[in-house]
């Protein structure tokens, strides 16, 4: 059985669950401990029963309660040695180092990280594999390098950041010229329509399934988001993949094979 539960994507913070027979991890920790021990908990999950926590990046909004639910719980850190020095942490932390591009054998289940091009330390985007599948987890990145490319088209199932619509990112009155150039800069995230782009290129590559998250409060909507990405899919005669929106209203069920 291999499970991929959404507990939190978008600007306010990010975590997933990820079950795989009887062993478990989250990937990401960017709400509270607290809040993140409730989502597990409604989830089916007793926190304590997880095997590690995979971070893809130092950014709050993946690791804001990170420290606290790794000493609440025990649990081993999962990360690369810039994004381990980048969290700064002197409080005792069982780390384990975490090569970008080698494989973790994980006990019927291997883990592979790849480099994303995103203004963090060592960013990075995971892909978990399965002999029922491989499940890709891919936010926070400004534009999909050829090795995202390569690594993605191997997918049967995505989480795949949709950040922002162009036109309401320009529009936002609240944000100033320096972070709309940081969002759009091929450090930042990616647009509804290169969300899009790579659903569509991806689902000619096999992409069964595909979770559009990390969507940001002010400058996206759901409806956008789905429109931006059924019309593109339709274009190519390509209707078969199913998508799912994620936002904190309208959580997706979880992904479940096997
Ligand atoms: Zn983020
Ligand atoms: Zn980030």
Same mark, same amino acid.
């Given at each position: 059985m291999l499970r991929l539960t959404i507990l939190a994507s978008g600007s306010s913070g990010n975590a997933a669950l990820l079950e795989a027979g009887s062993r478990r991890w989250l990937v990401d !920790?960017? &709400?509270s401990s607290r809040r993140l021990e409730e989502r597990l908990r409604a989830a089916g999950?007793? #926190? *304590? *029963? &997880? $095997?590690g926590v995979f971070l893809t990046h130092e950014h709050a909004d993946h690791a804001r309660g990170l420290r606290v639910f790794l000493q609440r719980h025990s649990l081993p850190l999962y990360c690369n040695e810039l994004t381990w020095l980048a969290l700064g942490w002197q409080a005792k932390i069982d780390w384990r180092r975490m090569e970008t591009a080698v494989r973790l054998d994980l006990g019927g289940m291997e883990i592979e990280s790849f480099p994303v091009p995103h203004d963090a330390a060592d960013p990075v985007g995971f892909l978990f594999h399965h002999p029922a599948g491989t499940i890709g987890v891919l936010t926070d990145l400004g534009y999909a390098t050829r090795l995202v490319w390569e690594k993605m088209s %191997? /997918? %049967?199932a995505l989480l795949l950041e949709a950040n922002h619509d162009p036109g309401l990112l320009q529009a936002? $009155?609240? %944000? #100033?010229w320096s972070v709309k150039q940081r969002i759009l800069s091929r450090h930042g995230h990616l647009s509804n329509q290169s969300a899009a782009e790579i659903a569509t290129e991806l689902a000619r590559h096999g992409l069964q399934e595909i979770i559009l998250g990390h &969507? *940001? !409060?002010? /400058?996206?909507?759901p409806e956008l988001v789905e429109e931006t990405v059924r019309s593109r899919l339709e274009e190519a005669r390509l209707p078969s993949l199913s998508v799912h929106v994620w936002t904190e209203g309208a959580p997706v069920p979880p992904l479940c094979w096997g």
């Open positions: !920790a960017g &709400l999950v007793e #926190p *304590s *029963s &997880l $095997s %191997r /997918c %049967r936002d $009155s609240r %944000r #100033p &969507l *940001s !409060a002010d /400058c996206n909507r």
